[in-house]
């Protein structure tokens, strides 16, 4: 069984950056789409960002210009880079893996991990 483990989440000032990382266990991250959503309690999930296969990237409208994600393939890891961060950006991120992007811009994971909190503040 495959398992996905987040860390990198912290509480950072409004402005600030983070990076995230997902390391995989049992899981090739070549295979699929790897990325991360995000979530609020009370709020709808949002994808946030994700790598194909193929390694062609998208980005949520919500983060474009202000996030990099990454993957290496030879670690099975995965990484958001998170610049100019605002306040609506406080969530749980959560990595996860899809058969497509289609798949996953619908959160029909295949697998997904606990999560890590992103907290920001003024």
């Known amino acids: 069984q495959g398992q996905l483990v987040e860390s990198g989440g912290a509480s950072v000032q409004t402005g600030g950056s983070l990076t995230l990382s997902c390391v995989g266990y049992?899981?090739?991250?070549?295979?699929?789409?790897m990325g991360w959503y995000r979530q609020v309690p009370g709020k709808e999930r949002e994808w946030v960002a994700v790598?194909?296969?193929?390694?062609?990237?998208h980005y949520a409208e919500s983060v474009k210009g202000r996030v990099v994600v990454s993957r290496d393939v030879d670690k099975d890891t995965l990484q958001l880079q998170m610049d100019s961060l605002q306040s609506e950006d406080t969530a749980m991120y959560h990595c996860?893996?899809?058969?497509?992007?289609?798949?996953?811009?619908?959160?029909?994971?295949?697998?997904w991990g606990d999560g890590t909190q992103v907290t920001v503040s003024s």
């Open positions: 996860a893996a899809a058969q497509s992007f289609r798949f996953f811009k619908q959160f029909l994971f295949n697998y």
């Open positions: 049992g899981i090739t991250f070549s295979k699929w789409c």
């Open positions: 790598v194909r296969d193929d390694g062609t990237t």
